[in-house]
């Protein structure tokens, strides 16, 4: 499958997971789910990436833990670019946090779509989280 194709069957794929709860350490559709496991089953139910397996994390792991452990996972399958396009990872750090530790994936120039505490996951307008943006990552296989 070509680069463009991947991408739209992530992009289509990560929305048949609109309106499902936020749950910490979930990765099941429909169910719930956190942010970065949102990304990885959506990568992973399109066949980009087999299953991975991530080892129990603490919920407050952002405001309590120095090591940018959530980061560190996202770059061992992704490079850092300048530019997203659509099917990128944008990395955020929050106010209050050490580390970054939330993340969506890039579904239009003007829309994020991720897990999010309040509201699931849920199409956002990417305007309203643009200061916390710290990083911008491209699937390696694209690169």
Avoid at 46 to 71: E, R, S
């Amino acid at each position: 499958m070509a680069e463009q194709q991947e991408r739209e069957e992530l992009l289509k794929e990560a929305k048949t997971w609109l309106k499902t709860p936020y749950i910490a350490e979930g990765r099941v559709k429909g169910a719930g789910t956190d942010c970065g496991l949102f990304i990885l089953q959506s990568f992973e139910n399109i066949g980009l990436l087999p299953h991975i397996k991530i080892p129990h994390y603490p919920i407050d792991i952002a405001a309590n833990c120095a090591v940018p452990m959530y980061l560190n996972k996202i770059k061992e399958y992704c490079t850092e670019v300048d530019k997203a396009i659509p099917g990128d990872i944008i990395v955020y750090k929050f106010e209050g946090s050490k580390v970054p530790h939330h993340a969506a994936i890039l579904y239009s120039d003007e829309y994020i779509i991720h897990s999010h505490v309040k509201t699931g996951v849920t199409l956002s307008n990417r305007k309203g989280f643009k200061k916390y943006e710290v990083g911008i990552y491209r699937f390696n296989k694209w690169i």
